[in-house]
Nanobody, 127 residues
Framework: QVQLVESGGGLVQAGGSLRLSCAAS????????MGWFRQGPGKDREFVAA????????????YYAESVKGRLTISRDNAKNTVYLQMNSLKPEDTAVYYC????????????????WGQGTQVTVSS
């Protein structure tokens, strides 16, 4: 079982920045691929970004939705059991509840393939 707790959401003006954090409870965090998803008002949950687990490598593969490429960056710190989402140049359409998720094995874009979810953190971008 992996418990995930997101933090860092809030209200920001368009063009501003936020950094979301997701702390995991499990010591084997490094073996999990991690993803960020979001759900806006009246919308389905959608993929935002994901990062692989590294195995014995010191590098990770990162994946992004087209709508956030160049503005959002996912990273992880296995020593802290934490994954981050740095959000720059925010737009009103980025307004959503942001969820982090974990899955054992390969990274995935599909929400249904993730085993563990956090409770979500609200991000509101005003125009």
């Amino acid at each position: 079982q992996v418990q995930l707790v997101e933090s860092g959401g809030g209200l920001v003006q368009a063009g501003g920045s936020l950094r979301l954090s997701c702390a995991a409870s499990r010591r084997t965090f490094s073996t999990y691929a991690m993803g960020w998803f979001r759900q806006g008002p009246g919308k389905d949950r959608e993929f935002v970004a994901a990062i692989s687990w590294s195995g014995t490598s010191t590098s990770y593969a990162e994946y992004y939705a087209e709508s956030v490429k160049g503005r959002l960056t996912i990273s992880r710190d296995n020593a802290k059991n934490t994954v981050y989402l740095q959000m720059n140049s925010l737009k009103p359409e980025d307004t959503a509840v942001y969820y982090c998720a974990a899955r054992a094995g390969a990274v995935s874009w599909s929400a249904g393939s993730y085993d563990y979810w956090g409770q979500g953190t609200q991000v509101t971008v005003s125009s």
